[in-house]
């Protein structure tokens, strides 16, 4: 989800705690308070300051001295107001020009909190929310919320960890972190269902965005400075710029994709495959199909003979199986993100990691619908009788094409033709010879022979036609 999008979900959930367009909170724990996102201090003062500059109005609004007061940039970290000021700042807040600030501005503010919550190491986007919410709530200056950060990130990084890392390290607002808990918690299980088939892919577009980032230019560091932003770091070792840094793009890709919790986060590959054999999620079988989103490590030291078990060198990302061919992803080829193809079994593969994405799936795999009964031979073979599949050839071209046996269908055509039921035919108004012909599959001429018929435009109704 992007930051903007982030943001306006966060912004929709402290609107909901907070005041609205006019509220003025005339003594907010020593100074003024005002608007959706409860300004505070010296930001109620600037926000003010923004407001009056686009309406035409403010001065006869707030009055000479408080219109004065703001635009002279007076310090307001203990400003408090009288009842009568509340009212002007209230009217001025509800004008158009002030809702159209309140909302830029808190648009940008949060914004500012979700990059302060990734800056942390956050990326699941209901933790983000729900951090916002917090550093509105108790101040941008408070360290508490990076304290509460880390431990959420020593779990699964996600709400719940936040909450829970909340109530461990305060007992200040813990009615309203619960609400905002349980809210973010509901919204996310209705708008972020994915199926195991999605977090797959998931996984593999977010290693795709980074294809081309490389060492030349500096733009691998990006993807180690994400690895070492989530403490504790695996065995307490923070990557270096001009480290090998294969495990780390797979391991960052696993944190930004929110899915740190079965993609397992380390830097070295031997380490890696440590963690996926402990986690009972470990393939040896070099001959395994994989699927997109499992881990491939190899071994440049394979002989191509059995199956490798040599130490780890290299490790990539599965994007998908064509055939026998596999395409990968991998940091640090050739120094930079790049992607390869090799044979299923080939050469040089020491074995697989398999991510659980089944355990974090909170959807189903839509089921697909049944294939329609195929009809039998002999279904068919009425259906033709009847006309219902053409003449030929293309009769012949649509039974294929169906899956149907031309040669066994136009054998249980002739039978249905030569039994007993099929021998005369009674003739109905508007009956035409040729019809007649063309629906038991004969000629108008063989009919005329066997029924000693002269003129083959006229049959007459009730006459009864021998059909063979």
Known sequence: MKINELAAKAAGIIFDNEGNYGSVNKNDNGAVSVGRLQWHGGRAAALLKKIISAEPDAKSILGGALYGEITGGANWAARIVTAAEAAKLKAILTTKAGKAAQDEQAIADVESYIKKGQSYGLTDAGALIYFADGVNQYGTASALWKKIAAEALKGAGDVRAMYEATIKHT???????????EKVAAMQEKEDTMTEKQLREKAVNTAKAWAGCKESNGTHKKIIDLYNSVKPLPRGYAVKYNDAWCATFVSAVGIAAGLSRIILRECGCGAMIDLYKAAGRWQEND???????????????????????GYPDH????????????????????????????????????????????????????????????KSVAEVAREVKDGKWGNNPDRKKRLEAAGYNYAEVQAAVNALMNGSGAATYTVKKGDTLSAIAKKHNTTVAALAKLNNIKNVNVINVGQVLKLR
């Open 315 to 374: 490790v990539g990302l599965v994007c998908g199986v064509s055939g026998s061919t596999i395409k990968v992803i991998e940091g640090n080829k050739n120094d930079a993100v790049e992607y390869r193809d090799l044979p299923v079994n080939g050469r040089y593969i020491r074995g697989y990691g398999l991510p659980d994405y089944k355990s974090m799936a909170t959807a189903a795999e839509p089921e697909k619908p049944a294939a329609p009964a195929k």
């Open 171 to 181: 007992n200040k607002y813990l009615t309203r972190r619960k609400k905002v808990y």
């Open 287 to 309: 001959a395994y199909v994989p699927s997109a989103g499992d881990v491939v490590f190899y071994d440049w030291q394979d002989t191509g003979k059995g199956d490798n078990t």
